[in-house]
């Protein structure tokens, strides 16, 4: 009962019937299945929209939500306040009830209620019911067609509507219930309903309030399949937990791919029992020297298994032919000159390559492409393809093509820096393009051919370009990026030539030659990874910088109260800034890394 709420209403009596048990009793009051509310049950109900009528509205609106939804179906009088004996009730299937586990696990802390899970979609008065409503198409295309194509205004959208990850979510006042086709869509619609509660759902000790949702229908999906972001493991090595927090901000978001760059000049960062020197002498150093690292066997298939459990798809990259001087370290025999390099500490590129003319070459990357594939779950494996300047151009396309080849050979699918796109067309092939101008005819070209692109323009999605001449760290070849510049542009349209139709997805890279630390990590990252995630999520007629910053800027207490590092982007109207924000830390103590500074990714395509 609401404080102030001193006894619950009488009800009134009615009129007795002369057949009980046949005649209708159009008084009496029924749940949301049309069963009569028992005395127990009734007074529970009345002391609810008593408390209703007394309570404020919910702190969070309905379209608040970033990415913004496609439909938002506001009823200000159908808020919902979660009691404290609330029950997570979820269709009987294992996956779908991992995610019911989730969404639990995430009310648990704060609000300090026991939140069981059931396997049943009953929905009794006060419920958060979850349910499957069948298999439907995985939406591939934009969703930006005519209304006739889109789930109705009224919110009658069925599995057919809602793709592979897309969810409605009905929000009334006596209980809530999520509906998606497959276990993604109501884990993205989990994550919908994370941001419709106060920012004081992210606290994890138990937080004194009501936790209320706004009442209304939203439904729901994404305008690109592919929706992700990578981080560099290989310049500074990064723990375990470090890559598994930074799942946690891309599932936040409705992300739902993580590019690892796993191999470079500075360090090779995953074991492959083939070759075991790639770890122990690969792996052993980074950016500004220090002891690097390497991902075990079973420390990738921890961040694969976590990742899956939160509907992402880990995409590894093995750099080839360039950027390999940490694995000519470990095997000499594959550089050109047959001699060890030394250890690369630096940032520059485009220096080191593997010999193209020996077989052996081949068999190395046989080796560990199979070995990657064998435990990489997800349809991709990235190849790199990148500034490999010493390498001729024929020479590195016929390199490419065997590469190609080799891919195939796993099952997989491959991926490539958009430096691959001359070589002959692979089935299924997807250029990963990371330029800085809208026209690339060779990209455009690999297109006809029948290859889908993967958008990261350097001067939009980089998440490794400062924000500000004063950003602490940061590159900023490829110009400033703050989170106007990363909202300002349109995936459909961005590249010429190129039909949305070819564009898979979005993804924002985080290179880390200046990045040491998970604070560092989360700083770069927030607050522009929303920004990307809506442009790959939502459809373009909700673009509206003005409405998007404002919906950003409330997340910004949600990261304070989690303890989560960002930047405190002077174009966003924060609220005041609680006690105990976490900070970027101090820059001066931290050793700059050797120059020149690397230009990486200025390059014009092949």
């Not at 590249?495 to 880390?512: C, F, H, M, S, Y």
Request: hydrophobic content about 40%.
């Amino acid at each position: 009962m609401h404080p102030g709420v001193d006894a619950v209403p009488p009800v009134p009596p009615r009129a007795p019937e002369t057949d009980p048990e046949t005649a209708p009793d159009l008084l009496a009051p029924t749940d949301p299945a049309g069963r009569r509310l028992a005395a127990g049950e009734l007074a529970r109900a009345a002391a609810r929209v008593a408390g209703d009528r007394l309570a404020p509205p919910a702190p969070v609106r309905l379209g608040d939500v970033v990415p913004a939804p496609e439909q938002v179906e506001p009823d200000p009088a159908a808020d919902f306040t979660l009691p404290a004996d609330a029950v997570v009730r979820v269709d009987p299937d294992p996956a779908a009830r991992d995610v019911a586990e989730q969404f639990a696990a995430l009310l648990r802390p704060a609000t300090g209620y026991p939140v069981p899970v059931a396997d049943t979609v009953a929905d009794p008065a006060g419920g958060l019911t979850l349910t499957l409503s069948g298999a439907g198409p995985h939406v591939t295309g934009p969703i930006d067609a005519p209304d006739t194509a889109r789930p109705d205004t009224a919110g009658r959208a069925g599995a057919e509507a809602l793709g592979a990850e897309g969810y409605r979510l009905d929000v009334r006042s006596d209980g809530v219930r999520l509906t998606a086709a497959t276990p993604a869509g109501l884990f993205h619609g989990v994550q919908t309903l994370r941001q419709l509660l106060p920012a004081a759902i992210e606290s994890p000790a138990p937080v004194t309030g009501r936790w209320t949702l706004p009442g209304g229908t939203i439904v729901d999906r994404p305008r690109f399949p592919y929706r992700g972001a990578m981080l560099d493991v290989a310049r500074h090595f990064f723990a375990v937990a470090d890559v598994l927090r930074v799942v946690d901000h891309l599932a936040r978001y409705k992300l739902n791919h993580l590019h690892l760059h796993l191999t470079d000049d500075q360090g090779w960062r995953i074991a492959v029992d083939a070759r075991p020197r790639l770890a122990t002498v690969g792996g052993a150093t980074q950016v500004g020297g220090g002891p690097g690292g390497c991902y075990s066997a079973a420390d990738y298939r921890r961040i694969v298994r976590y990742a899956a459990r939160r509907h992402v798809t880990v995409v590894p990259e093995i750099d080839l032919p360039g950027h390999t001087n940490a694995a000519l370290t470990a095997y000499p025999e594959l550089a050109p000159e047959r001699v060890a390099p030394p250890p690369y500490t630096g940032t520059a590129v485009g220096f080191s390559y593997l010999d193209p003319a020996d077989e052996r070459t081949y068999a190395f990357v046989a080796d560990v492409l199979g070995e990657v594939a064998a435990r990489t779950p997800g349809p991709y494996l990235h190849i790199g393809g990148d500034e490999a300047f010493k390498v001729p151009p024929d020479v590195y396309a016929r390199f490419v093509e065997r590469l190609q080849g080799i891919v195939a050979d796993t099952g997989k699918t491959v991926v490539g820096w958009h430096q691959i796109a001359p070589a002959g067309h692979a089935e299924g092939r997807i250029l990963q393009w990371w330029g800085t101008q809208g026209n690339d005819p060779v990209a455009a070209e690999a297109v006809r051919r029948g290859a889908r692109l993967i958008l990261s323009p350097a001067n939009h999605a980089y998440l490794d370009m400062r924000y500000a001449p004063d950003t602490p760290i940061g590159h900023d070849w490829a110009g400033l990026i703050d989170v106007a510049r990363a909202y300002d542009w349109d995936p459909g349209t961005h590249l010429d030539g190129v039909p949305a139709e070819a564009v898979l997805g979005v993804e924002a890279p985080l290179w880390t030659e200046f990045v040491t630390s998970l604070a560092e990590i989360e700083f770069m990252l927030l607050p522009r990874l929303p920004a990307v995630a809506e442009l790959a999520w939502s459809p373009r007629r909700t673009h509206d910088w003005s409405a998007f910053r404002d919906r950003l800027a409330g997340h910004g207490p949600r990261w304070s109260i989690a303890g989560i590092t960002f930047h405190r982007a002077p174009e966003i109207p924060w609220p005041a800034e609680p006690h105990g924000i976490p900070h970027l830390p101090t820059q001066t103590s931290r050793p700059e890394p050797p120059q020149p500074r690397r230009t990486r990714r200025v390059s014009p395509p092949r």
